[in-house]
């Protein structure tokens, strides 16, 4: 039974085997960015703090397209789905972050909440696949050089990608409102 924090957070398996733990930390990171923007209304999700153009809004556009490109994208090798196979990324490198500002707190929130399903979805289903050792496959997609990351390599990333931005998450936050935590 999942246990669950005082933000509504699942907490980690305290004692899991490695996909259980990778997966309960994934979620869990998943849901402290979901905690850290929950009842942010448009301006709160706009501002900025210091020197940085970084905001709420665009952390949770960044990490819908993250999601994707690391699910879908390198692990399925499937290709980018709307909102992303529209936009010229060469044009604009930082997009996600440039056009979150303009969107609404619902279609933002909406949009991460899609890619983090889709994610589940890909990797539910590389999971239910007959292989000894799931979180060793590798993507579909290579980088450059011709490497793949497996499964466990993707998971851990984006485990660090979510922990980095919740600590910009917090910071964005504590300005808008005055809330803390961990």
Do not use: C
């Not at 009842?39 to 999601?67: F, Q």
């Not at 789905?81 to 990324?89: A, F, I, K, Q, R």
């Not at 303009?102 to 539910?124: C, G, K, L, N, Y």
């Amino acid at each position: 039974m999942t246990s669950i924090d005082d933000q509504g957070r699942p907490e980690p398996p305290v004692a899991a085997n490695e996909i259980d733990t990778l997966l309960g930390y994934l979620d869990y990171q998943r849901a402290t960015l979901g905690w850290k923007t929950r009842g942010v209304d448009a301006e709160g999700l706009r501002r900025t703090i210091a020197s940085s153009t970084m905001t709420l809004a665009g952390l949770l556009k960044h990490m819908a397209y993250v999601e994707d490109h690391w699910f879908g994208g390198m692990l399925l090798d499937l290709p980018r789905p709307s909102p992303w196979v529209e936009v010229d990324w060469v044009a604009s490198p930082d997009w996600e972050w440039e056009s979150a500002v303009t969107d609404s707190p619902d279609a933002v929130r909406a949009q991460w909440s899609t890619s983090v399903d889709r994610s589940r979805t890909a990797v539910t289903g590389v999971l239910s696949r007959n292989i000894d050792d799931p979180l060793s496959m590798l993507a579909r997609r290579a980088w450059p050089n011709g490497d793949r990351p497996s499964l466990r390599w993707i998971l851990v990333h984006m485990i660090e990608e979510y922990a980095r931005h919740n600590g910009h998450a917090d910071l964005l936050r504590e300005a808008v409102d005055g809330s803390t935590g961990e």
